[in-house]
């Protein structure tokens, strides 16, 4: 079992920036590819970003691209995402998430079995 507790989230304004954290318990972390999904009222679940069990590879969703980054301390046991130049429609609940039956950076939920109760991000217009 791998406990995710996520935390950061908040109100911003558009253009302004927010640096979530994801900490993880329970298992050995750098044995896990991680990831933050977000959820929007309506919408399908996606995924933000994906970081490799090492942290060498990284994936992102187009509208983030340039904007969010993902990184991790396999020594802290902590993934993060920094959102930069955040826009209205950027606003969520975002939710880390962990798999171990691969080995890089994916988007798809299917291959992630553990999973954060969920950080609410809101920026305004």
């Known amino acids: 079992q791998v406990q995710l507790v996520e935390s950061g989230g908040g109100l911003v304004q558009a253009g302004g920036s927010l640096k979530l954290s994801c900490a993880a318990s329970?298992?050995?972390?750098?044995?896990?590819?991680m990831a933050w999904f977000r959820q929007a009222p309506g919408k399908e679940r996606e995924c933000v970003a994906s970081i490799s069990r090492l942290g060498g590879a990284t994936i992102f969703t187009d509208s983030v691209k340039g904007r969010f980054t993902i990184s991790r301390d396999n020594a802290k046991n902590t993934v993060y995402l920094q959102m930069n130049s955040l826009k209205p429609e950027d606003t969520a609940v975002y939710s880390c998430?962990?798999?171990?039956?691969?080995?890089?950076?994916?988007?798809?939920?299917?291959?992630?079995?553990?999973w954060g109760q969920g950080t609410q991000v809101i920026v305004s217009s």
């Open positions: 998430a962990a798999g171990s039956r691969f080995l890089g950076a994916r988007s798809g939920a299917e291959w992630y079995d553990y």
């Open positions: 329970g298992r050995t972390f750098s044995n896990y590819v």
